[in-house]
């Protein structure tokens, strides 16, 4: 197919039929959903920080999109400004941040959920839930995973 949207990469003609040779073309699907992953991470009031890894065995960094959902709340994508509140153990400022970093063999989620007033810290009130959803896509135009 010759025909639709095409952005071809640096160097190649707009003419070629090889869909290598585009960044993008809506004759082929560019995202290729791979699988979804879910973990979850607890905040505690002795555990207010960590970093959850997540494998995967494509041999390459996929595209991933990372979904955050406090137990009962809502769902936000990374990144996000703002989740749902955390109770502290004091009527304080609360700090709740995730990320996460995407690698050839795994994805780490770190996360922060703490407490905080004038320079002091304090924990959170009781266990929190966090649910974790990861959805990896393979972004190659044309192909599929596995690989024939």
């Excluded at 070629?16 to 993008?24: R, V």
């Excluded at 607890?42 to 207010?48: C, E």
């Excluded at 320079?119 to 393979?138: A, H, K, M, T, W």
Aim: proline share 5%.
């Amino acid at each position: 197919m010759s025909r639709g949207i095409k952005f071809a990469k640096d160097g190649k003609t707009i003419a070629s039929t090889n869909p290598d040779d585009y960044n993008f073309w809506t004759a082929y699907p560019p995202l290729n959903f791979l699988e979804k992953k879910s973990t979850t991470v607890t905040a505690k009031p002795s555990v207010k920080s960590g970093t959850k890894v997540v494998s995967h065995s494509y041999g390459f960094s996929p595209v991933v999109f990372v979904e955050v959902q406090k137990q009962g709340g809502t769902k936000y994508l990374l990144p996000a400004q703002e989740f749902d509140y955390i109770a502290c153990d004091f009527g304080l400022y609360q700090v709740l941040q995730f990320g996460y970093s995407v690698f050839d063999s795994k994805v780490e989620v770190y996360w922060t959920a703490d407490c905080a007033l004038m320079g002091s810290s304090y924990g959170v009130l009781y266990d929190q839930v966090f649910n974790i959803y990861l959805y990896f896509y393979l972004w190659e135009l044309g192909k599929t995973f596995p690989f024939s």
